[in-house]
């Protein structure tokens, strides 16, 4: 009966004497236009603009007071090669069977990360630690939890060849990417330069640093706040800050503004959920006993999309996180580890009402503004992203071309 219904319309087209054929679809192209918050050169390449390029910034370190400017930053990518990183971005045929994409561990509809504790790789694997936010990555100096990287591209051969992350090899994604002529093309377009149809992985990275280098997240009401106008924030929630910013709560020596990170690392004590074995963290990256417990200090921009919390996901929502922090020095500290706490890590003995304050004040700190487009199709011609943290199934089914629009959302006109 499926067989016939699906050859129905057919038999009818061809019977009226009219030929039915599948209109093609056109031809994925890069665009050449920059995303929203970056200016196009003489160069030809995308250059950040924003309003926190107007102040000073003491020893240039980008942390400070509401206006102080941001610390240097990645930029200087071409249009094409950002979006090229963008296809490659959500597209799982990155991962060892096209089943996971970069966007299935950092999907933008959860603050480019996952919702999840920990996050789940190839063939369900969990891994051990949360998957961090992207947003404003051009700033970070350190990636990882555990810093073990210093780099964009460099960070990106992590999960594309772990095991339990997407599990590749470099000979496999090299093949998969040659064996697409639409990849061969697009990789031409943005680096015209290389020898024809030859695809590096220094050119995967590159672009993939490249559209994580567009993530930027400056336009919240707090922004607003801090650029003058002061009728952006409630009154609770500029109490909120008041006690995020004070010497009793002491949250703005580590997250301070205006990427509320100083880009440190600190031992804070945080727990493991039940079960679990402790996670020692930098101590590892850095051979280091004294940084045992010790991971990056993360950014709170968008914190409100990026639930649960911390390294392990231990803490579900905000409130719980804010009050481990007026729980007492060293209080989650397992018993018998010696673990040497930050400094900054006191008993501050918040009252509910503060902690409410600071949360409310955390919550201002969203914005989604420059939230790019996810592309409706890709050049692999699998579904883009994969396992979707989002849907939580498998959209790795191979699209129809009949079944896709052609139109085609790219770059910043997207």
Known sequence: M?????????????AAGSAWTAEPLAPLQLSDRCPPGFEKTQAGVCELRNLYQFYDSLQDRGVGGTQTALPEHRDGFTPQEIDLGRYLFFDPA?????????????HPALGFSDGRAHSVGIDGQ????????LWNVAFLKHLFWDV?????EDQAAGPLFAPDEMGNTPQQLLSTLHESEDYRRLFRQAYSQGELDEISLGQVYRALAAFQTSLISLNSRYDRYAHGFHAALTEKEIEGMNVFRSFVARCAECHTPPLFTNQQVAV????????????????????????K??????????????APYMHSGRFPDLRETVEFYTKGRGHAVPEGVDMH?????????LTDYEMDRVVDFLRTLTDESFTPQIPERIPSGLAPVGISPVEHNNRSAVVKSTSVTQREHRGASS
């Open 148 to 152: 073990r990287s210093d780099s964009l």
């Open 293 to 306: 417990g010790g991971f990056k200090v993360p950014t709170l921009r968008n914190i409100e999309k990026t």
């Open 126 to 133: 969990e891994v051990t630690r949360s998957s961090p936010t």
């Open 268 to 291: 804070i004590g945080s727990p493991e959920p039940e079960g679990l074995p402790l996670d020692i963290g930098v101590e590892k990256t850095w051979n280091a006993p004294k940084m």
């Open 94 to 106: 990155l991962s060892r069977d096209g089943t996971v994409s970069c966007a299935s561990c950092h």
């Open 2 to 14: 499926r067989s016939i219904l699906y050859t129905l319309p057919l038999y009818l087209a061809l």
């Open 341 to 349: 706490i930050h400094w900054h890590i006191w008993e501050p003995n």
